[in-house]
């Protein structure tokens, strides 16, 4: 069965300090891993897409890097407009239609 | 504005009622979802819909029933739902249902049943 665990659940940061958020999963066959952004209030933002192991993406001050085991989302030097809730999915070769989401982790940075 | 509208985006209702939730999109993608988010869980997939047709329900109970006339519109009509319905519902859309690009998100209903 396909799995995905994000963690931490919750992460605060200073302005300015780096760090990253995981995502483990466990899929028969990747299609596909995906990252969104959420805001309060908002449906999920795409940000990025890794099909293959030692694959990176980055976008401003984001970038995500792909693993067969894991992903991370690393945020360098975060400013408050970075907060929010970042979610993982993966697309399995089993489940083509439907992208598998993890509970997320809430990033908050403090000014 | 994202390119997927979804109306009302928030709807209380009662046990007995029957109401519908709107989405639509202008993107020219041909997949449409729902999906339900609950708090603490993540994102559930409810039915997917490819050229009008749908492709998957997710064991959805028969309170939920989807409806796409064309591959801009989808609707969720609701009846006789339960407390534990309530959640955010979030409608997505895909230029096809394997896009690398992922799926473009509405903002979503917050469904209140009382």
């Known amino acids: 069965e396909d799995q995905v665990t994000q963690s931490p659940e919750a992460l605060r940061l200073q302005e300015g300090e780096s760090s990253s958020l995981n995502c483990s999963y466990t899929?028969?066959?990747?299609?596909?891993l995906f990252w969104y952004r959420q805001d309060p209030g908002k449906g999920p933002e795409f940000l990025f897409t890794?099909?293959?192991a030692g694959e990176e993406k980055e976008k401003e001050r984001l970038k995500a890097t792909l693993t067969k085991k894991e992903s991370f989302l690393h945020i360098t030097a975060p400013k408050p407009e970075d907060s929010a809730t970042y979610l993982c999915?993966?697309?399995?070769?089993?489940?083509?239609?439907?992208?598998?989401f993890g509970t997320g982790t809430r990033l908050t940075v403090i000014p | 504005e994202t390119g997927v509208t979804q109306t009302p985006r928030h709807l209380v209702m009662g046990m007995t009622n029957k109401k519908s939730l709107k989405c639509e999109q202008h993107?020219?993608?041909?997949?449409m979802y729902w999906y339900k988010q609950s708090a603490k869980k993540p994102l559930e997939l409810m039915f997917v819909?490819?050229?009008?047709?749908?492709?998957e329900n997710n064991s959805v109970p028969s309170r939920f029933s989807p409806e796409c006339p064309n591959s801009s519109h989808l609707f969720l009509h609701l009846h006789t739902l339960q407390p534990e319905d309530s959640a955010l519902y979030l409608c997505?859309?895909?230029?096809?249902?394997?896009?690398?690009?992922?799926?473009?998100f509405g903002s979503g209903t917050r469904l209140t049943v009382v």
């Open positions: 997505a859309s895909s230029r096809a249902l394997d896009a690398t690009g992922g799926y473009t």
């Open positions: 899929v028969s066959g990747l299609r596909g």
């Open positions: 993107l020219g993608h041909n997949a």
């Open positions: 819909y490819n050229f009008k047709e749908q492709t």
């Open positions: 890794l099909y293959s």
């Open positions: 999915a993966v697309r399995s070769q089993t489940g083509a239609n439907n992208l598998f």
